[in-house]
């Protein structure tokens, strides 16, 4: 029988626990899944430890990311042998998701997993890799270029930072990353950084408007941090923000928006369009150095993963941690 972490609420308290998992059980949906490897993200640990508000319904399965092979299937787009992945629509939150050995989802959620990419590589990448691909394709669209100056990256350890980094760095620009972590210098330079900054100078209360350094930056960091980054970006550069691991709070003024053009583009790869999600790995396939992603990646089980959700919302945890859900 399928093994997988299942989360669950009664009136003994709030558990998670790997068990098996009949196929009885599973959500109604026009594919099944049988899962290679998933992730553990953020998200995931807080759903995991019970620590944010993730999970919707119970009992609920974790993971909103999976790469697998269809094992049969109502959808039109997809038949029994093909490889798929999925990242986001709310799956590990109002629907069954990725740590466990089988899914039933809605086709319709689902990518073509690229030729370039092992399964393995594939969630190495993940909801993290994917929406580190979104902000760089933000930063394109609204025209900076690697000959605009510096893009600083936040939190950039993390999974969608390490991403980042990587990505913007084989494109030619010149990447600053910033870290709470010093012993992550090397890491950080061998995925492309130029310049490791520490995180502690952006986390207090800052000016409305400070010296512009910043043609673009990609933050994950949210509060004073993005504040503080949207005060110090050049005119006209451009801000993406996709996460708040600080916090959702932006004590900010509109300084930067209306003094120098700032943007601050919002990036949600949750309920992304299909179009974008295709075109964002489309561009992974092309634009990610392999040997730099084997240096982000960490293979874990599926009771690791329980055991590592702690640390990850501690901030110990550097890069990604792919789970082999059949280990």
């Not at 039933?104 to 929406?131: C, E, H, K």
Request: overall charge negative; glycine content about 12%.
């Amino acid at each position: 029988m399928p093994k997988g972490i299942l989360i669950d609420k009664d009136q003994t308290g709030y558990h998670a626990r790997l068990q098996e998992i009949d196929d009885s059980a599973l959500p109604d949906g026009n594919v099944t899944v049988r899962v290679s490897h998933s992730t553990l993200n953020y998200k995931d640990a807080l759903a995991i430890t019970g620590k944010g508000p993730v999970v919707r319904k119970f009992p609920m399965v974790p993971g909103i990311d999976l790469v697998g092979t269809v094992e049969d299937s109502s959808h039109p787009d997809y038949g029994a042998g093909d490889q798929v992945i999925l990242n986001g629509w709310g799956v590990g939150e109002s629907h069954w998701g990725g740590l466990a050995q089988k899914a039933r989802l809605n086709g319709d959620w689902l990518v073509p997993l690229p030729a370039a990419f092992s399964p393995q590589q594939a969630m190495t990448i993940g909801t993290a890799g994917y929406t580190a691909m979104l902000c760089v394709l933000a930063l394109e669209q609204h025209g900076v270029t690697p000959t605009d100056g510096e893009i600083l990256v936040t939190g950039a350890a993390g999974g969608v930072g390490s991403v980042a980094v990587a990505l913007l760095a084989k494109l030619g620009y010149t990447v600053v990353a910033m870290t709470g972590r010093p012993n992550d210098s090397d890491y950080l330079t061998h995925l492309g950084a130029a310049e490791i900054i520490d995180r502690a100078l952006f986390t207090s209360p800052g000016k409305p408007l400070g010296k512009e350094r910043w043609a673009g930056a990609v933050d994950v960091v949210g509060s004073h941090v993005l504040a503080n980054v949207c005060a110090t970006t050049k005119y006209r550069g451009v801000v993406t923000a996709c996460g708040l691991a600080a916090g959702m709070d932006f004590p900010a003024t509109v300084a930067p928006f209306i003094l120098r053009g700032v943007t601050l583009a919002g990036i949600d790869s949750v309920m992304c369009p299909r179009a974008d999600r295709l075109r964002a790995w489309q561009r992974l396939a092309t634009d990610l150095d392999l040997e730099k992603l084997g240096t982000i990646g960490q293979e874990v089980s599926l009771a690791e993963a329980l055991s590592l959700a702690p640390r990850l919302l501690d901030g110990a945890v550097r890069g990604r941690l792919v789970v082999d859900v059949n280990r």
